[in-house]
Nanobody, 124 residues
Framework: QVQLVESGGGLVQAGGSLRLSCAASGRTFSNYAAGWFRQAPGKERELVAAIARSTSSTYYKDSVKGRFTIGRDSAKNTVYLQMNSLKPEDTAVYYC?????????????????WGQGTQVTVSS
């Protein structure tokens, strides 16, 4: 069983940066594909970024390319999402998800484990 806990959310002005972390307990996170999802009020949940298991291959939603970076910190057994040049439309609850399979996974139901979410609010 894997437990995921997100941290790093908060309130930031437009143009600012935040770094979200997803800590995994119970297993080595590098053995899992991971994704960051977000859900804004009144909108569907969407995949923002994903990282493949045991590789550095990554996927990004078009609207965050060049601004967000997903990566792994093996020493801390975490997956992070570095978010730069934040915009008000990035405001949402951000969730981490994991699956013990190779490749990328694009929908919420593809994953087996999910965190509780962390709020990101970007003010204009």
């Amino acid at each position: 069983q894997v437990q995921l806990v997100e941290s790093g959310g908060g309130l930031v002005q437009a143009g600012g940066s935040l770094r979200l972390s997803c800590a995994a307990s119970g297993r080595t996170f590098s053995n899992y594909a991971a994704g960051w999802f977000r859900q804004a009020p009144g909108k569907e949940r969407e995949l923002v970024a994903a990282i493949a298991r045991s590789t550095s291959s990554t996927y990004y939603k078009d609207s965050v390319k060049g601004r967000f970076t997903i990566g792994r910190d093996s020493a801390k057994n975490t997956v992070y999402l570095q978010m730069n040049s934040l915009k008000p439309e990035d405001t949402a609850v951000y969730y981490c998800a994991a699956r013990a399979s190779p490749g990328f996974w694009y929908t919420w139901d593809d994953y087996n484990y999910w965190g509780q979410g962390t709020q990101v609010t970007v003010s204009s």
